[in-house]
């Protein structure tokens, strides 16, 4: 391959584009100029690699695959069942896992086809038997009544939102808190970490049929060894969502107890987070569901996007390399240099520290909310967002809290000495911005007082410090 194999593709993908609707070109092009200069602390995002992105842009996506590799209902599938079988092959050998189903196009669609295939599993309901095997559009209102009725009360188990659980583990207003009769674990008031006693406590309590582990706003390791003994304790489906941290379980950063995969009945996840592959979800699971997850089409989802499975193929692929595990182990060396840089500056974080890819730091202490907060890091260069603390005063709009991350910045290279000196300019930000009042005079959320001069000056060192790591140096668009 020639040095700038990728300068070349991505150079002629615009090209072609621009020839059509020249403002899209434009954006693409202004998208990789915006994420080369910002400071990108979104514990969510990171940077796939050019394979994954260039597998993504071509004619795979003009298909479709619904049904599993070699059972279509779609003819011409042999290229898809190529792609399909390759992802699921390097999704198993990764994770150790028997079986792998690639297909869910998000993290929240896995995490339905995850629970339509425990209910399956695990209540007897004739409803669901027919709703499984007619296409969704030809079910009768009576139909889903009936579902309603067998399944309505079924009860499951998960992390609070505000302890950094995942909306879709419950959530009232996601699809999951409506399906679900559902209670919440939180974590300890004192300490922000899980409690193991209280949660086999609620699960005396509340006997759930799945009990969910998982999330997007915990800074710490779960042990999901202590946590299969409380659902096997009351004979509920463990189910772990490891979205976030996927990329440290391939990465072999999360072992033994703490890597999900030999511990949980089923496992789901993002593929475009820590894992650092394309916008998808994927779901795990042993021989037992398999058959079950394999109907998450067209149970909960369409057609497959073979496109994004090739992209999940080449991503896995790359994940598989030696050199992954030393990319997942620098994540969470970084994501420990920023905590450490924080808290010698004098901020507070959930838990009073980290041992993944996150830190959650309680902004109050600066006398904002998280909302003030990361609008004032923004206009200073650095991407951040805002994120409930455990009983948040402020709620999940306002937030008290700001939750960063480092797999995108490590992916670009920046090492300890760059995570220090991203503590120090967050918390001149944070130090700096008082919060601002509404028309009336009264108090305000959201309204927040920064010097200008602070922003462009912490800006521009945000930028500096971005220069020796390139994004993507591969790529000149010229
Ligand atoms: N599960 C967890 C733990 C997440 O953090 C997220 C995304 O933030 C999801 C599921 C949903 O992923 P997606 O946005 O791909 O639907």
């Known amino acids: ?3 700038n194999a990728e300068s070349t593709a991505f150079r002629s993908a615009l090209e072609v584009i621009r ?5 899209v070109a434009d954006a693409i092009g202004a998208e990789l100029a ?3 200069e910002s400071l990108k602390l979104i514990a969510s995002e990171n940077y796939a690699s050019p394979a994954t992105l260039l597998a993504m842009g071509n004619w795979f996506s003009d298909k479709y695959a619904e049904g599993t590799v070699g059972r279509r209902f779609y003819a011409g599938c042999q290229n898809v069942d190529t792609v399909e079988a390759l992802a699921a092959e390097h999704a198993r050998e990764l994770f150790g896992a028997a079986h792998a189903y690639v297909q869910p196009h998000s993290g929240i669609d896995a995490n339905l086809v995850a629970f339509w295939a425990i209910l399956a ?4 309901s004739p409803a669901l038997k027919k709703a499984q095997k007619r296409h969704v559009n030809d079910l009768t209102e009576e139909d889903w009544f009936a579902l309603r009725r067998e399944l309505g009360d079924q009860r499951m188990l998960g992390m609070s939102l505000d302890a950094g659980g995942h909306l879709t583990h419950g959530f009232r207003p996601n699809i999951s808190g409506k399906m679900f009769d559902q209670r919440s674990y939180g974590t300890d008031p004192a300490t922000g970490l899980i409690d193991y006693d209280k949660v086999a406590e609620a699960a005396r309590e509340f006997r759930p049929l799945i009990l969910v582990a998982g999330y997007s706003a915990y800074p710490r390791k779960v042990n999901f060894r202590i946590m299969r003994e409380i659902a096997d304790s009351v004979g509920a489906t463990f189910m772990v969502d490891m979205a976030h941290f996927a990329g440290l379980v391939a990465g072999k950063v999360f072992t033994g107890d703490f890597d999900p995969v030999p511990h949980a009945h089923i496992v789901t996840t993002t593929t475009h987070k820590s894992l650092r592959g394309p916008r998808g979800g994927m779901v795990l699971c042993g021989p037992e ?3 079950q997850v394999d109907r998450g089409c067209p149970m909960v989802l369409g057609g497959p996007l073979p496109h994004v499975m090739a992209a999940k193929a080449v991503a896995l692929a790359e994940a598989r390399r030696p050199d992954f595990a030393d990319y997942a182990q620098r994540i969470v060396d970084n994501a ?3 905590a450490d840089g924080l808290l010698r500056r004098g901020a507070s974080l959930v838990t009073g520290g980290t041992d993944n890819h996150l830190v959650l730091i309680d902004v109050s202490g600066y006398g904002l909310t998280g909302r003030q907060a990361e609008q004032a890091l923004l206009d200073s260069g650095i991407v951040t967002n805002r994120n409930a603390v455990p009983q948040d005063p ?3 709009w306002y937030t008290s809290g700001i939750r960063i991350g480092t797999p995108a910045l490590t992916t670009r290279g920046l090492g300890a000495a760059e995570m220090d000196a991203t503590a120090e300019l967050m918390h001149t930000v944070l130090d700096r911005t008082t919060a601002g009042t509404g028309p009336d005079g009264a108090p305000s959320k959201a309204k927040y007082v920064l010097d200008p001069a602070v922003a462009e000056s912490v800006g521009k060192q945000a930028a500096d410090l971005l220069t020796p790591f390139p994004l993507y140096p591969e790529v000149t668009l010229g």
Do not use: T
């Not at 020839?19 to 403002?23: G, L, Y």
């Not at 599993?121 to 007897?124: G, K, L, S, T």
């Open 336 to 338: 420990q240099a920023l």
């Open 34 to 36: 915006d994420q080369r």
């Open 1 to 3: 391959m020639s040095h």
């Open 121 to 124: 599993d695990r209540v007897e």
């Open 289 to 291: 569901l398999a058959d």
């Open 19 to 23: 020839a059509v609707e020249p403002r």
């Open 394 to 396: 402020n709620g999940a």
